[in-house]
C-alpha cells in the first residue's frame, strides 16, 4: 500500500470520529444536559430512569385514552362554523381529560425532587422555572430529528 492510501485512510477514519462525536453530542444534548446539571449520583439516576420509564408508559396510555377526545376536537373544526363555536366544548373536554394524567406526572416529579439533597433541590426548583425543564427531565421531548417530521395524524 502506498503512503497516500494510508493518509486517506486516517483521513477518513478521523472525519468518521469527528461526525459520530458531533451526532452522539447532538442527541445528548436536551435531557442528559440536565442530569449534568443537577449532578445527580448513580442512585438517582436509577430513580430517573425508573421515572422516565413510568412517564413514558403512563403517556402512551393517555394517548391511547384520548384518542376519542382528539377525534371529536378534529370532528369540531371541521365542522366549525364562524357564527357556532363547536370547537371550545370539545377543547374543554379535551383538557379535562388530560388533567388526571398531568397530575399524576407533577406528584411523581415532586416525589422525585424529595429524594435529592438540599442543593439539588434548589437547583431542581431554579430550573423548573425554566421552559422545558419537566420533559427534558422526564426524557419526552422528541429528538432534533423527529421534531421536523410533519405530524402523523392530521386535522
Keep these: 500500500m502506498r503512503w497516500t492510501h494510508w493518509a486517506l485512510a486516517a483521513s477518513l477514519l478521523f472525519n468518521c470520529l469527528a461526525l459520530t462525536g458531533y451526532f452522539y453530542s447532538r442527541q445528548l444534548d436536551g435531557e442528559e444536559r440536565v442530569v449534568r446539571a443537577l449532578a445527580l449520583t448513580p442512585m438517582q439516576l436509577d430513580e430517573l430512569r425508573a421515572l422516565r420509564r413510568e412517564a413514558r408508559l403512563q403517556l402512551m396510555e393517555s394517548r391511547r ?5 382528539v377525534d371529536d376536537l378534529a370532528k369540531a373544526i371541521r365542522e366549525a362554523r364562524p357564527e357556532a363555536d363547536r370547537i371550545e366544548p370539545a377543547l374543554r373536554k379535551l383538557a379535562d381529560a388530560r388533567i388526571p394524567s398531568q397530575l399524576k406526572l407533577a406528584r411523581r416529579l415532586v416525589e422525585f425532587r424529595e429524594q435529592l439533597e438540599p442543593a439539588q433541590q ?10 422545558g425543564f419537566a420533559v427534558r427531565l422526564l426524557g419526552i421531548l ?4 423527529e421534531a421536523r417530521r410533519p405530524a402523523s395524524r392530521k386535522f
Design 65 to 69: 385514552g384520548l384518542s376519542t377526545e
Design 122 to 131: 434548589q437547583a431542581f426548583n431554579r430550573m423548573l422555572g425554566k421552559r
Design 142 to 145: 422528541p429528538r432534533p430529528a
